[in-house]
DNA sequence: ACATTATATGAGCATATGTTCATATAATAC
DNA sequence: GTATTATATGAACATATGCTCATATAATGT
């Protein structure tokens, strides 16, 4: 059994056998950046919760204002307002004043496209 | 000023004006059903968590066993497992086994097609 | 100015989540 | 049988998350 240096990141096991390198370089080779991965996190991650789901899903249709989110979604103004700024934060959705209202929009494409491929997924599996 | 009944879920503010009720109609419509909206976060929670993502993005060249992951993702054994369970038990990936190892792979490719948008979409935004 | 309506936000709290550590299980070799 | 390698999992713990409550801000009307 020989010692393990300290700088050395590889393991004893299978995944340093050569007949397995290859996978593993072409595993590396496809695995985006920190950078990216983070990204994707923090987009998964804002469809992750049902209130902002509920909300992002009703704007599907257009855009409304707090109370009407919180009509829709059936929850508290607080709620809807905190999600909103999260969403607002990551980019998801946009506002405009109307008045006394704001009135929140899809921010983009992507989102929309984000939430029906989810949705469709959702429907398919486990039926 | 009039009293709320308890039974009374609606508000007494613009969401419950005419002009904004087809709004609310329309969002609700589009609105999908609370089994729907849970499965949906369940998805995408699980694309949500930097472990998991990097698991499955490794996965997208190819199937991979339990320490191949360790090694790429760069995460304890105990960590992979505990996600590798996670995935498997919302099925986005399928295991099998090789001997002592244990081989992942993607469940499917709507699994594959989260993956790509995601990563598209963060790629794009904000540069 | 004050009142009303709509929205935003900070603090506190309860629950959820992800990791580590220790240990259990499984498969193979001796 | 024991030893080794690979994987799985329960418990504990720290952090993250989402809500409520109270309050602040903004816009309009009087």
Redesign the interface.
């Known amino acids: 059994m020989d010692i393990k240096t300290e700088s050395s990141?590889?393991?004893e096991?299978?995944?340093?056998q050569e007949t397995?390198l290859c996978?593993?370089d072409?595993?590396?080779?496809?695995?985006?950046s920190?950078e990216?991965?983070?990204?994707?996190?923090?987009?998964?991650?804002a469809?992750?919760?049902?209130t902002r789901?509920?909300i992002l899903?009703?704007?599907?249709?257009?855009?409304?204002?707090v109370?009407?989110?919180?009509?829709?979604?059936?929850v508290s103004q607080s709620a809807v307002s905190h999600q909103l700024r999260l969403l607002r934060d990551r980019?998801l959705v946009r506002a405009r004043r109307d008045g006394?209202?704001a009135v929140y929009r899809l921010a983009d494409d992507?989102v929309r496209?984000?939430?029906v491929?989810?949705?469709e997924?959702?429907?398919?599996?486990?039926e």
Chains 1, 2 share one sequence.
């Open positions: 990141t590889h393991l096991c299978c995944a340093t397995n996978a593993i072409a595993a590396e080779c496809t695995l985006p920190d990216i991965i983070y990204k994707v996190t923090e987009i998964f991650s469809l992750s919760d049902s789901l509920k899903s009703s704007l599907m249709a257009g855009e409304l204002c109370c009407e989110l919180q009509e829709v979604c059936e980019g006394q209202r992507h496209h984000l939430i491929i989810g949705i997924h959702a429907s398919e599996v486990e």
